[in-house]
């Protein structure tokens, strides 16, 4: 469990119960809202008026002086200086309030490659690692601790408290668009993982969430549950146990913070209504269950949906089973069920509703405010019991580019990205500066300082080919972000590269964000890599025999689409005859 205070524990504990006792019923409100931000130009605050965002989100005083909301989500990467800068000005405006409650912020990942802001963030300065799932496939837990403190240092530096991550859901359905986020398809290895990354994140003093509880990787279809044809999870292997086994690990470890998925789930003995709104889920099994006495937060827009005013744009809530319901009655349920805060969302008016109409008691609300000031306590963000300042860790303006993206961060992440890498197929290339390389994919500029660049194939004595794992492009702004559908490249892209390899020998190296099938690019004679988010010259260090290989795929790589679509979305390693098995990588000596 997280604790950063040097206050005795029942020192604390007054010292929530004498801020508890001094808010209004309107102020305990606000603190069980997690609105989202975004960080004004040059670290401003986001006030409406700039123009830089185009979602008009509510106005930052406004939030927290007049909703009394004490919990915010960035929603952009900003350069780091302007974060540090927003940083500041978002601790001010708290201070001013009636009760100086500091607000804790809170981001989705920002340490990786993937750039859809539903779901990470990409940018800003932070130091670069592979998604999650190429973690998982270095099967080093120390390393993964090391890099998950290391996280933890940097998003404490700016001003980021509350981790949004991990997931620890497994990736059993190789179609979902989430599997780059998971620790992949074994129990046992997700669990070790979630541990390893929990302790990490909160050894350097940053709150962890992790989600989608109680397992979200069994999506019928695999379909995401941001949407309705994903409303669901299934269950025709009956093996929900084993989805609930990481969370399980992550309560263990200490977790302070719990995200329940939206999906309903089908074929279960529970309502057919979203994770977060079952008490049977978050009372039995998460806390009575499983011990877990934190913070329950819902994923986002599960009351009121979002909607993007300055794009007219409104998408639909997603409370998959309560779509009937009264926003008010679906706040009521969520906190019948164990919830305590409403992620995405920044009006109180749903809560205070429920609150006259009798549908939730004050009581109960303050049993989440309760919880909610306990956390920031254990983060230091009270303050000393006994008058002094909030500990925030964050850095100034001046000394934020000291503690991130340092030398020692850098060199922490060529490692851990080293370690990722998974070769399938073949040998590492020979490769001089008088060599000739026809590149797609790689940076010319990277690949200068170790070979001869060419741009035509017919100059080239070896080509090196990075390529994104396939999927189906989908309509809409938000769900085009989204890679889902079919795991077959195009037959255009297997002939070209079919081509290349014809004239001179060749690496392909394929991003496996979800489980691609590979058997027509297997079929050819090539050298074949998987990574998982790594820089150009760590996949260069590793094609070249620059650097050994020592990664392990974290899931079976499918044989074909049929063996996909035949499989059931919650049994892990159900594919039939898969290409490459959970486990498997080619050790290249250096």
């Not at 990470?120 to 496939?137: C, D, N, Q, R, W």
């Not at 999506?219 to 999870?233: P, V």
């Not at 200068?448 to 080919?465: E, F, K, N, S, Y």
């Not at 079919?486 to 489980?515: G, K, M, N, Q, Y």
């Amino acid at each position: 469990m997280i604790d950063l205070s040097t206050a005795p524990e029942q020192a604390r504990d007054e010292r929530v119960e004498s801020v508890l006792s001094a808010m209004t019923l309107e102020e305990k409100v606000g603190s069980l809202l997690v609105a989202r931000v975004v960080a004004g130009a040059g670290g401003t605050l986001w006030e409406g008026t700039d123009g830089e965002s185009p979602f008009g989100f509510t106005a930052t005083t406004e939030l927290i002086r007049s909703r009394h909301v004490t919990h915010l989500t960035l929603m952009n990467a900003a350069p780091i200086d302007e974060l540090a800068r927003w940083g500041g000005h978002v601790r001010e405006l708290a201070a001013s309030t009636r009760l100086g409650i500091p607000v804790s912020v809170a981001a989705d990942p920002m340490h990786g490659r993937n750039r859809n802001v539903q779901v990470a963030m990409s940018g800003g300065g932070f130091t670069v690692l592979p998604e999650p799932i190429g973690l998982a496939a270095t099967c080093d837990r120390q390393l993964v601790r090391e890099a998950a403190r290391m996280m933890g240092e940097e998003l404490k530096a700016a001003g980021i408290r509350i981790a949004l991550h991990p997931m620890a859901d497994l990736a059993t359905e190789p179609r979902w668009g989430r599997v780059a986020g998971t620790f992949g398809e074994d129990p046992a290895l997700a669990s070790e993982m979630v541990t390893a990354y929990i302790a990490g994140l909160q050894d350097a003093g940053v709150a962890a969430t992790v989600k989608h509880f109680p397992g979200g990787g069994p999506q019928q279809g695999g379909e995401d549950s941001h949407f309705e044809r994903g409303a669901h999870t299934v269950y025709p292997g009956g093996r929900f146990d084993e989805h609930l086994a990481p969370f399980a690990a992550a309560v263990q470890a200490g977790v302070v913070r719990v995200m329940p998925g939206y999906a309903a789930p089908l074929g279960l003995d529970y309502d057919e209504v979203g994770f977060a709104f079952e008490r049977r889920i978050l009372t039995e099994v998460l806390r009575e269950r499983l011990g877990f006495d934190g913070v329950v937060v819902t994923d986002f827009n599960i009351v009121t949906g979002m909607r993007l005013p300055r794009l007219g744009i409104e998408f639909p809530v997603r409370a998959w089973g309560m779509l009937q319901a009264s926003p008010a009655e679906r706040v009521a349920r969520l906190f019948d069920a164990g919830v305590d805060q409403l992620g995405g969302e920044d009006d109180p008016a749903p809560m205070l509703e429920a609150l006259e109409r009798g549908l939730i008691s004050e009581e109960r609300i303050d049993e989440s405010v309760r919880r909610v000031l306990r956390e920031k306590g254990r983060l230091g963000l009270l303050g000393d019991p006994h008058g002094g300042e909030p500990n925030h860790g964050a850095a100034d303006v001046g000394s934020i580019r000291e503690r991130i993206a340092t030398p020692e961060h850098r060199a922490l992440a060529r490692r851990v990205q080293r370690a990722s890498v998974v070769a399938l197929q073949g040998a590492p290339l020979a490769i001089t500066p008088g060599t000739r390389v026809y590149a797609e994919g790689v940076d010319r500029d990277v690949l200068a300082r170790r070979a001869t660049p060419v741009d035509d194939i017919g100059d080239a004595d070896v080509a090196i080919l990075r390529i994104p794992a396939p999927f189906e492009p989908r309509e809409g702004m938000l769900e085009q972000g989204f890679h889902q559908g079919s795991l077959d490249f195009a037959s255009s892209t297997i002939e070209h590269i079919r081509a290349i390899a014809a004239r001179v020998p060749t690496v392909v190296d394929v991003f496996l964000e979800r489980a691609a099938v590979l058997t027509p690019l297997a079929a050819l004679p090539i050298t074949l890599v998987g990574t998982f988010g790594v820089d150009d010259e760590v996949l260069l260090d590793a094609v070249t025999g620059a650097a050994a290989t020592s990664g392990r795929l974290p899931l079976d790589i499918p044989r074909s689409m049929a063996a996909v679509e035949a499989s059931r979305e919650d049994v892990p390693f159900d594919t039939v005859d898969p290409l490459f098995r959970f486990g498997f990588g080619l050790v290249w000596s250096k």
